[in-house]
């Protein structure tokens, strides 16, 4: 690639635009700067902002089979090499306010030696670390550094959302024990975040796993090295997506056993109810029939002998179910 000047780099509405001064830091992109493989410059767009969009239409250091990428088209994670250049599209936890963390952001990344440009929409909660070490002097020298930091700070809060949904799982498993049942909705939530998380975290280890294994001429051997590291670290978190979507299936099933249960047993106890008021109810049915011969109907204390006898008769068909083991 030709030597790209910083006035080609000039977009006014750019998240960041940064230039690396190969020792860790970082200075602002402008007119006089040159990228270079030892100071790369750092392009950080949203796509829908006007200005951004306008330049990843039109400027000349994109290639034309690159722009439909970084202007929000993919959002499965995926490797491409183009010519000088490679695609990468990830996807990042969502940490922003009013968001669910499953709602995952995408971010697309062109890197060359002397370039990296990225796009998203969203914000990127991980960005603010690796620009807060930039910033401090200890932040990638170059473009495989860049990357490498990038995908262990998406790695990291990977990570930290998987130790989220599985210590949420370890607190229903310990409400079931204590038969209490979660709310409704929130074991389905569980396991679509699960899902969602498994779906794209699968081929985001692949791409990190190819990064690591291609001799991409802006990585070296420590980078690749580090890069396989993040891979294996991500396949772990997946081992334990599995295990956590096997968890929830088993606690769905409990679920539905307490519910049973509760509801057997809610059944039977009116059950036994109808069975020991089925006597006085026969009897107050007879009795209070509105024909003459009725026993105790002149006499004065008919009805409070009638009802000791109806107590009488509860208890007895509650002493001869409990003797029989029915309560």
């Keep these: 690639m030709e030597v790209i000047k910083g006035k080609?780099?000039?977009?006014?509405?750019?998240?960041?635009?940064?230039?690396?001064d190969g020792k860790g830091g970082v200075s602002e992109i402008n007119t006089q700067s040159v990228a270079s493989d030892q100071q790369p410059c750092w392009l950080h767009l949203d796509y829908t902002l006007p200005a951004s969009e306008q330049w990843i239409n039109s400027t000349p250091?994109?290639?034309?089979?690159?722009?439909?990428?970084?202007?929000?088209?993919?959002?499965?994670?995926?490797?491409?090499?183009?010519?000088?250049?490679?695609?990468?599209?990830?996807?990042?936890?969502?940490?922003?306010a009013d968001s669910r963390p499953d709602q995952l952001v995408t971010i697309r990344v062109y890197l060359t030696d002397k370039m990296i440009v990225s796009t998203r929409h969203r914000k990127i909660l991980s960005m603010d670390e690796l620009i807060n070490d930039m910033q401090h002097g200890a932040g990638p020298t170059d473009t495989g550094?860049?990357?490498?930091?990038?995908?262990?700070?998406?790695?990291?809060?990977?990570?930290?959302?998987?130790?989220?949904?599985?210590?949420?799982?370890?607190?229903?498993?310990d409400d079931l024990m204590d038969q209490q049942v979660p709310e409704r909705g929130q074991m389905a939530l569980l396991r679509?975040?699960?899902?969602?998380?498994?779906?794209y975290m699968s081929p985001q280890r692949d791409v990190f796993a190819r990064l690591a294994s291609e001799r991409l001429p802006w990585m070296n051997d420590d980078e690749r090295r580090r890069m396989q590291e993040i891979a294996d670290r991500l396949g772990r978190g997946l081992d334990d997506l599995d295990?956590?979507?096997?968890?929830?299936?088993?606690?769905?099933?409990?679920?539905g056993s307490l519910m049973a249960d509760a509801l057997n047993r809610r059944t039977y106890t009116m059950s036994m109810l109808a069975m020991v008021f089925l006597p006085t109810t026969f009897l107050t049915g007879l009795f209070g029939v509105n024909l003459g011969g009725i026993p105790g109907n002149t006499s004065p204390?008919?009805?409070?002998?009638?009802?000791?006898?109806?107590?009488v008769l509860v208890l007895g068909v509650a002493w001869w179910l409990k003797k029989s083991k029915w309560l």
Excluded at 8 to 20: H, P
Excluded at 193 to 199: A, G, K, P
Excluded at 243 to 255: F, G, K, P, Y
Aim: glycine share 4%.
């Design 301 to 311: 204390y008919g009805f409070g002998i009638f009802c000791l006898s109806l107590l």
């Design 8 to 20: 080609e780099l000039q977009v006014s509405d750019a998240v960041y635009a940064y230039q690396l």
């Design 145 to 173: 550094s860049w990357l490498v930091e990038m995908c262990d700070a998406l790695t990291d809060h990977t990570s930290d959302f998987i130790e989220d949904l599985h210590d949420k799982i370890i607190d229903i498993e």
């Design 61 to 96: 250091v994109l290639p034309d089979n690159v722009r439909e990428a970084l202007a929000g088209e993919s959002i499965r994670p995926k490797v491409v090499r183009m010519g000088e250049g490679t695609l990468i599209t990830l996807r990042s936890i969502n940490l922003n």
């Design 243 to 255: 295990a956590n979507i096997a968890r929830t299936a088993v606690l769905a099933d409990e679920i």
């Design 192 to 199: 679509k975040q699960l899902i969602v998380l498994r779906r």
